[in-house]
């Protein structure tokens, strides 16, 4: 069966970096499109990022562009988020997701999940 496995969550000061990486298993990985949400407490889960299958094309939500990076490597089949210059609104789950079809902005249109992982931003 399809897994996605998150790493890379923690705890980092306000302008610091982290990387998050997606494992994935149990499909060709390198056939899917693949996204990046997040939930922060009480709030609705937020498109980050999406990457194509081969990476040649990446989108991102408002709030990220320009901060974070959204890369793949196939041959890993691995997904991996670059967050730079963190702000404390960034604090959230991150969660990793394999897109079904259609748009990577939608959380409808990504069938498997990971079970996410904890950012937490300090000001």
């Known amino acids: 069966q399809v897994q996605l496995v998150e790493s890379g969550g923690g705890l980092v000061q306000a302008g610091g970096s982290l990387r998050l990486s997606c494992a994935a298993s149990g499909l060709t990985f390198s056939m899917y499109g693949m996204g990046w949400f997040r939930q922060a407490p009480g709030k609705e889960r937020e498109f980050v990022a999406g990457?194509?299958?081969?990476?040649?094309?990446?989108y991102y939500g408002d709030s990220v562009k320009g901060r974070f990076t959204i890369s793949r490597d196939n041959a890993l089949n691995t997904v991996y988020l670059h967050m730079n210059r963190l702000k404390p609104e960034d604090t959230a789950v991150y969660y990793c997701a394999k897109l079904g079809g259609g748009s990577y902005y939608y959380e409808k249109n990504y069938d498997y999940w990971g079970q996410g992982t904890q950012v937490t931003v300090s000001s």
């Open positions: 990457i194509s299958w081969s990476g040649a094309y990446r």
